[in-house]
């Protein structure tokens, strides 16, 4: 018999807290991207950075309703983290290497934060293994690993939303 080391009434509220920010996050992100839809298409830095923005707030959330499913174990979870940010650091990862090769602004793009997420997004697979494989501190791995990446998204939605003002400012000096 297989002893379960995840005690969902030990997780939930931090489940619940994590993936309502998330929630909350996603819909302010979509709603200022709608309203900037134009400029955002135009340049392969702001499609990209919007991109991948979009898909780390949406899997914190993803990866936070399905560890609330009941019923579940330690290796469910783990299986269901992996497979959601396994994805996500796909997106994230390609996303800077596609706005460079579409000729996005190198000013805007950064190496090291690009670095930074993608190392959440992986720290968060490696928790999720270690998790699988009957290891509870993979579960803090990926659970503070989930929360760090916060920073890169939050400064990533907030880049974009400078990045469109910038431009839009630009669009006024030359009457565009």
């Not at 489940?15 to 839809?37: C, D, E, P, R, Y």
């Not at 955002?40 to 990209?48: L, R």
């Not at 290497?97 to 793009?109: D, S, T």
């Amino acid at each position: 018999m297989v002893i379960d080391i995840f005690r969902p009434d030990q997780w939930n509220n931090f489940f619940l807290m994590v993936g309502g920010g998330a929630a909350a996050l996603t819909g302010l992100v979509f709603v200022a991207m709608s309203i900037n839809l134009h400029t955002i298409t135009s340049d392969p830095t702001h499609k990209n950075r919007a991109i991948g923005t979009l898909t780390g707030f949406s899997a914190v959330f993803i990866i936070c309703a399905l560890a609330l499913i009941g019923n579940q174990n330690h290796i469910s979870v783990g299986i269901e983290w992996l497979a959601v940010s396994i994805p996500a650091t796909f997106i994230y990862i390609r996303g800077y290497f596609r706005a460079v090769k579409m000729g996005g602004n190198i000013a805007m793009l950064s190496i090291s934060r690009t670095i930074f997420g993608t190392t959440c997004y992986l720290v968060q697979a490696i928790g999720s293994i270690l998790l699988i494989s009957g290891y509870i501190v993979g579960l803090y791995i990926a659970s503070i690993s989930m929360v760090v990446s916060f920073i890169s998204l939050i400064s990533g939605a907030w880049l974009l939303i400078i990045g469109i003002h910038e431009d839009q400012l630009k669009g006024k000096k030359y009457g565009n």
